[in-house]
């Protein structure tokens, strides 16, 4: 008999318990039943072999009834399980399926000439705005249930909330969606993946989501550096309305946008926006991006047009080195401050960041518990330097009809591959003499400096 199924064994101790009950009485028990009977004198001492018992009547065998067990047993077993109407675990893999993202970017700095305004004393920057001063620039919690990959349909939506001081000035410039608030929705958005005859899938996502312009990211912990370009500042920070994004070949994946207005999640006038990306990743070492938009931006106005154009190319020649170039072109109508008329600005924008020293974090990486990871390689020690020129003509963008340059340069130093910690030093030059604060406050310095050391965390 096969004893290993723990059911095959419950039911033969069942089927064995009478017998054990018999034989279990206790040795001495004062019962006549269990005395033995007293010899009669001169029996031999050899005993008579003992008559086999005679079962009870109707009493089945022992081993008779331990088969037709086991047979019934089997016939369980084999019977396949019937699904349930629900699905299993239906439930159970929504929650096994979530990630938990969460950032953190602080930093304290200084304007090298020492204006007397602190808040907001360093003049067309958006993550470094604020001198002499620590500042808790972007803190995110996020929670996202990603979608397979798959020409198959699923679903998945991704929730982000940030905080900071950066926020104030990226996310929170719509007046009638937490206008001016330090907290607000840095992602929110459902999105759905069909499945298509073509054998790639199309995602349609509605909601709020980052800005696909630039190399800078209102993200922190991602960006190249600490200190974001022109570019980051006066391209759109957010974007919501309605996406779709399919992969047309191998490495070339095409975006289409149409919406609200950048930044605004309830509309602020009667026109939408259109957008896109065509981004290619399909030569090693390489990535490009095509990126667009077009529509009606201000405040109840139907009619002056802004659009922007940018080609992004990312280049990275080996692990420890990588090269970011950036070509932007807009205008927008009725936006001159010399007269209302058309507004044109662009430029372009170089970064290297080369890594000094490779490290390898040997830390299990898990999510919801499961582990995900076991060990990742980083650069433990890097030199991060841009370079960027800005022509705003007519000045729709910083308010003044200039151009500007800038030049940054620092080191990252990563503990582990999920922190870092940056120093970075940028000077700004403007041909417009009243550009950046003075010493007193007053705009009346053509140069502008600043130090700062910032510390971020992602995971």
Request: charged share 25%.
């Amino acid at each position: 008999m096969n004893l290993r199924n723990p059911v095959s064994a419950l039911l033969v101790l069942l089927a064995l318990a009478p017998a054990w009950a018999q034989d279990s009485a206790p040795e001495g028990d004062p019962s006549p039943a269990s005395e033995p009977a007293p010899e009669a004198p001169g029996e031999a001492e050899a005993e008579a072999p003992e008559a086999p018992e005679a079962e009870a009547p109707g009493e089945p065998d022992l081993r008779e009834t331990v088969r037709r067990l086991e047979e019934r047993l089997a016939a369980l077993e084999s019977k396949p399980e019937e699904p349930s109407a629900e699905g299993p675990g239906v439930i159970r893999r929504a929650w096994d399926a979530l990630e938990v993202h969460m950032v953190g970017v602080g930093s304290y700095g200084i304007n090298v000439i020492d204006p007397d305004q602190r808040k907001g004393a360093n003049r067309f920057r958006v993550s470094d705005l604020d001198h002499d001063s620590f500042t808790p620039n972007f803190f995110k919690l996020g929670v996202q249930k990603p979608l397979s990959g798959k020409n198959e349909f699923d679903a998945g939506l991704r929730v982000e909330v940030a905080a900071g001081s950066t926020v104030e000035d990226t996310l929170s410039l719509d007046p009638q969606f937490l206008g001016g608030d330090e907290i607000n929705l840095a992602n929110a958005y459902v999105e759905v993946q069909l499945a298509t005859l073509a054998g790639r899938p199309l995602t349609v996502r509605l909601g709020r989501a980052y800005g696909w312009f630039g190399l800078d990211s209102v993200d922190l912990y991602d960006a190249p550096l600490f200190s974001m370009s022109y570019f980051g500042n006066y391209t759109p920070f957010t974007n919501t309305g309605l996406f779709l994004e399919m992969e047309l070949v191998d490495g070339l994946t095409l975006m289409q946008y149409v919406g609200n207005g950048a930044e605004f999640v309830v509309d602020n006038n009667d026109a939408k926006s259109l957008g896109g990306r065509l981004a290619y990743t399909g030569l090693e070492g390489f990535s490009f991006a095509f990126n667009w938009i077009w529509g009606a931006e201000r405040d109840e106005n139907v009619h002056d047009n802004r659009w922007q154009l940018e080609f992004d190319m990312v280049w990275k020649p080996h692990d420890t080195a990588s090269l970011y170039l950036m070509l932007h072109l807009g205008q927008e109508e009725g936006q001159a401050v010399n007269g209302g008329g058309v507004a044109k600005f662009g430029g372009a924008s170089v970064a290297v960041t080369y890594g000094l020293w490779e490290a390898k974090d040997e830390g299990e990486i898990r999510n919801f518990g499961e582990l995900v990871g076991a060990s990742e390689t980083y650069q433990r020690v890097s030199i991060l330097q841009r370079a960027s020129y800005y022509r705003d003509h007519g000045g729709a963008n910083t308010g003044l009809d200039q151009t500007l340059y800038e030049l940054s340069g620092g080191v990252e130093l990563k503990p582990t591959s999920f922190s870092w910690v940056r120093v970075e030093y940028r000077h700004d030059f403007s041909n417009r003499s009243n550009a950046f604060l003075g010493h007193r406050g007053g705009a009346t310095r053509r140069h502008m400096g600043t130090l700062f050391l910032a510390i971020g965390m992602g995971f």
